[in-house]
């Protein structure tokens, strides 16, 4: 079993920036991507980041250019930099960590961007 504890999220202005950190307990194996989905209301959960050794970084269309990955492997930690937020950001951001078919899901930590 595999379990998250997310921070980072909260209220920031259109074009600001924020950080969102997760820290995984469990068995974690690098290999496997670990990394961050969002789901904004009446839509459907979509992919921001993830990272793996091996594989490398994988961004979803909204967040290329704006978003940036990081993991520490050692710790089982990653860290997803924001910058140039936009309110159609705003949504619930998961930490995720998929390990084969079976893919672990954090408690999801708000982020409202709105001036």
């Known amino acids: 079993q595999v379990q998250f504890v997310e921070s980072g999220g909260g209220l920031v202005q259109p074009g600001g920036s924020l950080t969102l950190s997760c820290a995984a307990s469990g068995t974690i194996f690098s290999i496997y991507p670990m990394g961050w989905y969002r789901q904004a209301p009446g839509k459907q959960r979509e992919l921001v980041a993830t990272?793996?050794?091996?594989?490398?970084?994988v961004y979803g269309d909204s967040a290329k250019g704006r978003f940036t990955i990081s993991r520490h492997y050692a710790w089982n930690t990653v860290s997803l930099q924001m910058n140039n937020l936009k309110p159609e950001d705003t949504a619930v951001y998961y930490c995720s960590y998929g390990q084969g078919d079976i893919l672990y899901w954090g408690q999801g930590t708000q982020i409202t961007v709105s001036s």
């Open positions: 990272i793996a050794r091996g594989a490398g970084m």
